[in-house]
Nanobody
Framework: QVQLVESGGGSVQAGGSLRLSCAASGRTFSSAAMGWFRQAPGKERAFVASISGSGDSTNYAASVKGRFTISRDNAKNTVYLQMKSLNPEDTAVYYC???????????????????WGQGTQVTVSS
């Protein structure tokens, strides 16, 4: 299991930017697939982005492609989500996820990810 702690959430106006960070514990971070999901009130947890252990492969939800960028720094055991051109529909609790069993996780269903952080709130006002 990987322990995850998110930070960087907050309130921003539409069109603004935020960068989320997720600090991970454990010596296997560089071999773990990492991802970001989000959950709005009354909705199911939804895939946002994922990245392979090496950082060479990434995947994005269609709704954030071109606006969000996932990256990782294996030396710091940290994964990031840079969010730009935010709109009110991006308002949600954002969760960091890890899959320590594989280098890349192509699943966009949250049920296929094993470790989760506590979440960080992102609120975008119009």
């Amino acid at each position: 299991q990987v322990q995850l702690v998110e930070s960087g959430g907050g309130s921003v106006q539409a069109g603004g930017s935020l960068r989320l960070s997720c600090a991970a514990s454990g010596r296997t971070f560089s071999s773990a697939a990492m991802g970001w999901f989000r959950q709005a009130p009354g909705k199911e947890r939804a895939f946002v982005a994922s990245i392979s252990g090496s950082g060479d492969s990434t995947n994005y939800a269609a709704s954030v492609k071109g606006r969000f960028t996932i990256s990782r720094d294996n030396a710091k055991n940290t994964v990031y989500l840079q969010m730009k051109s935010l709109n009110p529909e991006d308002t949600a609790v954002y969760y960091c996820a890890a899959d320590a069993s594989r280098l890349y996780n192509a699943y966009t269903n949250y049920q296929f990810w094993g470790s989760w952080g506590q979440g960080t709130q992102v609120t975008v006002s119009s």
